[in-house]
């Protein structure tokens, strides 16, 4: 998934369960120009925790399995 569409997803997400970017941005500790930023795209460098930490807020979790490509 490309940022981009994380973004349009927390924004989907956001709109659902009824909160404002203010709400949003407020309970997961970034501006609202950040998340406002991110949801339409234009955010290359967010960390996963941030992200982590605004999927959570919207009942959703980052599920990352770690693999190693180079065993035998």
């Given at each position: 998934m490309?940022?981009s569409?994380?973004?349009?997803s927390?924004?989907?997400?956001?709109?659902?369960?009824?909160?404002s970017?203010?709400?949003?941005a407020?309970?997961?500790?970034?501006?609202?120009?950040?998340?406002?930023?991110?949801?339409?795209g234009?955010?290359?460098?967010?960390?996963?925790?941030?992200?982590?930490?605004?999927?959570?807020?919207?009942?959703?979790?980052?599920?990352?399995?770690?693999?190693?490509?180079?065993?035998?």
């Open positions: 490309i940022l569409e994380l973004g349009e927390i924004k989907i997400l956001r709109k659902q369960k009824g909160l970017q203010e709400i949003l407020e309970q997961s500790g970034i501006s609202r120009a950040t998340l406002s930023k991110l949801e339409n234009y955010i290359a460098n967010i960390s996963i925790v941030t992200i982590n930490q605004i999927l959570s807020l919207l009942g959703y979790e980052i599920d990352i399995k770690a693999s190693n490509p180079f065993k035998s």
